[in-house]
């Protein structure tokens, strides 16, 4: 009797503490990354569903939400990814995951994220997977319970049902101005200082004893000025789109010096942050991006310095990463988020290389790479396509001039020499 109450109590604190005051909550879940989320609020009043929510919650099946909470936002990232993983391995066919989200509107770092889990098997899988998920993680769950046209939401539990709870009605809420995924992205996802990125390698380094080292050779450059230097040409676009072959024809036409963010001495650590969640991944291409800055620093003293890759590369790729859906999603292009950082060394010149979808497809072939792309997948790298396009197109100060790099690539790099002439006086 104790251990029921206990286990009642607990679960009631979490709710609560942890999941915030669910009233003021906004909930989204990303049913069709083609169209808006369903925005749904919880009432005591019991609400009629949209038709929209009734595909949702309409349906037979059971349904359940999780959300995860830490009071360290690396152990969160982790299990939030690890459960991710986990619900795409384990869970049957006939159960569909949606990412979702609690967040209470226009209120930055509201977001709490979490899944969505529609389980149309017979089997008890899910709820096994999210006992030992409730067990083992922080992690708050939901179950979705339907009479007639209403539909109501109570907190899970695998031993016993809380029974004296109020019910939470799903009641269906208006679209949010700002879509969910861009309220955490400072600091999550992309950072404005190099003090906010090197904490997240600190905070991770018991984990990942591999940020040590990062935070080491971070250490290890000096601080430059360039004031008189000569210029330095940033060279950005998607995967295939030309840098490579660019920046060497510049570097030789030029007589300039190379450099790349990340920087080579990050290189063997990068696969291991690639595997990270964006939080860890973030940070790591953010302090790169210092590392090359005291490179430029120290070489254009020298030298033009042209450099495959730089901050428009790492804030386009997060903000297009964490944003799910539609390019109307990205955060709007005043938005703060697509300033530059204040302590990062500024290029003189970034230059955006363009081709056509179809084009960046033949030269991805030519390399051998994305032959066997499914149908599905092409729509989604589509969307993140243009995503990272646009959001490369509105970062500002400095903001990026757009280069056709369709033509020949003797073509591209005359139409390049041309701009460096004109804006850099070279
Ligand atoms: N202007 C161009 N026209 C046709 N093919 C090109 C052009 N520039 C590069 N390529 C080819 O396209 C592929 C991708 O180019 P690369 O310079 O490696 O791109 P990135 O560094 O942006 O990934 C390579 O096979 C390269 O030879
Ligand atoms: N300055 C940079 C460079 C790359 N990146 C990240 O690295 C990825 C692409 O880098 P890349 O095209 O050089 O990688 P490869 O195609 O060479 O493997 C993107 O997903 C970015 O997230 C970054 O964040 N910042």
């Given at each position: 009797?104790?251990?029921?109450?206990?286990?009642?109590?607990?679960?009631?604190?979490?709710?609560?503490?942890?999941?915030?005051?669910?009233?003021?909550?906004?909930?989204?879940?990303?049913?069709?990354?083609?169209?808006?989320?369903?925005?749904?609020?919880?009432?005591?009043?019991?609400?009629?569903?949209?038709?929209?929510?009734?595909?949702?919650?309409?349906?037979?099946?059971?349904?359940?939400?999780?959300?995860?909470?830490?009071?360290?936002?690396?152990?969160?990232?982790?299990?939030?990814?690890?459960?991710?993983?986990?619900?795409?391995?384990?869970?049957?066919?006939?159960?569909?995951?949606?990412?979702?989200?609690?967040?209470?509107?226009?209120?930055?770092?509201?977001?709490?994220?979490?899944?969505?889990?529609?389980?149309?098997?017979?089997?008890?899988?899910?709820?096994?997977?999210?006992?030992?998920?409730?067990?083992?993680?922080?992690?708050?769950?939901?179950?979705?319970?339907?009479?007639?046209?209403?539909?109501?939401?109570?907190?899970?539990?695998?031993?016993?049902?809380?029974?004296?709870?109020?019910?939470?009605?799903?009641?269906?809420?208006?679209?949010?101005?700002?879509?969910?995924?861009?309220?955490?992205?400072?600091?999550?996802?992309?950072?404005?200082?190099?003090?906010?990125?090197?904490?997240?390698?600190?905070?991770?380094?018991?984990?990942?004893?591999?940020?040590?080292?990062?935070?080491?050779?971070?250490?290890?450059?000096?601080?430059?000025?360039?004031?008189?230097?000569?210029?330095?040409?940033?060279?950005?676009?998607?995967?295939?789109?030309?840098?490579?072959?660019?920046?060497?024809?510049?570097?030789?036409?030029?007589?300039?010096?190379l450099l790349k963010s990340p920087p080579q001495c990050l290189a063997p650590f990068r696969q291991r942050f690639d595997s990270e969640p964006p939080l860890i991944r973030?940070?790591?291409?953010?302090?790169?991006?210092?590392?090359?800055?005291?490179?430029?620093?120290?070489?254009?003293?020298?030298?033009?310095?042209?450099?495959?890759?730089?901050?428009?590369?790492?804030?386009?790729?997060?903000?297009?990463?964490?944003?799910?859906?539609?390019?109307?999603?990205?955060?709007?292009?005043?938005?703060?988020?697509?300033?530059?950082p204040e302590d990062l060394l500024q290029p003189n010149l970034v230059l955006l290389l363009t081709v056509s979808p179809e084009e960046r497809l033949r030269r991805l072939?030519?390399?051998?790479?994305?032959?066997?792309?499914?149908?599905?997948?092409?729509?989604?790298?589509?969307?993140?396509?243009?995503?990272?396009?646009?959001?490369?197109?509105?970062?500002?100060?400095?903001?990026?001039?757009?280069?056709?790099?369709?033509?020949?690539?003797?073509?591209?790099?005359?139409?390049?020499?041309?701009?460096?002439?004109?804006?850099?006086?070279?």
């Amino acid at each position: 009797m104790r251990l029921k109450f206990l286990s009642r109590f607990t679960m009631l604190k979490r709710a609560m503490f942890r999941c915030g005051e669910l009233s003021s909550r906004v909930f989204a879940v990303e049913f069709d990354l083609r169209t808006q989320p369903l925005y749904f609020t919880l009432s005591s009043n019991p609400q009629e569903l949209h038709h929209a929510h009734q595909q949702l919650f309409g349906d037979d099946g059971k349904l359940f939400s999780l959300h995860v909470h830490s009071d360290s936002r690396t152990e969160k990232a982790r299990a939030h990814a690890e459960i991710k993983h986990k619900l795409s391995v384990t869970l049957s066919r006939d159960c569909d995951v949606f990412e979702a989200s609690s967040f209470i509107p226009d209120v930055k770092n509201s977001v709490v994220k979490g899944f969505f889990i529609r389980d149309k098997s017979t089997t008890a899988l899910s709820e096994d997977i999210l006992k030992t998920l409730q067990q083992s993680k922080s992690v708050c769950v939901f179950s979705y319970k339907r009479e007639g046209e209403y539909c109501w939401q109570e907190l899970w539990s695998p031993v016993n049902q809380v029974q004296e709870s109020a019910r939470q009605y799903v009641t269906p809420a208006a679209a949010a101005e700002h879509h969910p995924s861009t309220l955490n992205i400072t600091n999550s996802d992309v950072f404005y200082s190099m003090h906010e990125a090197y904490k997240v390698l600190q905070e991770c380094s018991d984990i990942i004893p591999e940020s040590k080292e990062v935070l080491k050779l971070v250490d290890e450059q000096s601080e430059t000025s360039r004031a008189d230097g000569f210029p330095v040409i940033v060279i950005e676009g998607l995967d295939a789109t030309g840098k490579t072959t660019l920046t060497e024809a510049l570097r030789e036409s030029l007589n300039a010096t190379l450099l790349k963010s990340p920087p080579q001495c990050l290189a063997p650590f990068r696969q291991r942050f690639d595997s990270e969640p964006p939080l860890i991944r973030r940070a790591f291409y953010a302090l790169g991006n210092y590392i090359t800055a005291a490179h430029i620093g120290n070489e254009s003293l020298r030298a033009p310095v042209i450099v495959d890759r730089y901050w428009h590369s790492t804030a386009a790729y997060a903000i297009a990463t964490a944003v799910g859906g539609r390019v109307e999603n990205l955060p709007k292009p005043d938005s703060e988020l697509y300033q530059w950082p204040e302590d990062l060394l500024q290029p003189n010149l970034v230059l955006l290389l363009t081709v056509s979808p179809e084009e960046r497809l033949r030269r991805l072939r030519d390399r051998g790479q994305d032959k066997t792309v499914e149908e599905a997948e092409l729509e989604l790298n589509q969307l993140f396509r243009l995503k990272v396009e646009e959001a490369y197109k509105r970062i500002q100060n400095p903001a990026c001039i757009i280069v056709d790099a369709s033509p020949s690539p003797q073509e591209v790099l005359r139409q390049v020499q041309h701009l460096i002439r004109n804006k850099c006086h070279l």
